[in-house]
Structures are given as structure tokens and as C-alpha cells.
């Protein structure tokens, strides 16, 4: 398994980056819409078809 995280990244920060992305997502319905509609795309917290808001 590869690790991202070295001596200088704080365990937490992934789901940090996570959450930060959710956030985003949830307040833009327009883009969580854009997001989910491609036809790939992956990233944290990315939306998708079945949990983007209509």
C-alpha cells in the first residue's frame, strides 16, 4: 500500500481535504451537478450520479 503521508503531512489531513471538498460541494449545487455529470472523475469527497443534488 503507498502512503502519502511523510514526516511533514499531519495524519488527519486527508480527511481534512475531505471534509473541505464536501463542504464545497454541498454549498455549490450547480457544481456538486457539473462534478457528478462527467463522465469521470475521481477526488475526495468527489459527488457522483447517485449523491449529487438535483
Do not use: C, E, W
Not at 488527519?12 to 471538498?21: P, R, T
Not at 462527467?38 to 450520479?49: E, I, N, Q, V, W
Amino acid at each position: 500500500m503507498i502512503s502519502h503521508h511523510n514526516r511533514f503531512t499531519p495524519p488527519d489531513i486527508a480527511q481534512k481535504i475531505a471534509d473541505l471538498h464536501a463542504r464545497r460541494y454541498a454549498g455549490d449545487p450547480a457544481l456538486t451537478k457539473l462534478v457528478a455529470d462527467l463522465p469521470s472523475y475521481t477526488g475526495s469527497s468527489a459527488p457522483t450520479p447517485t449523491n449529487a443534488a438535483t
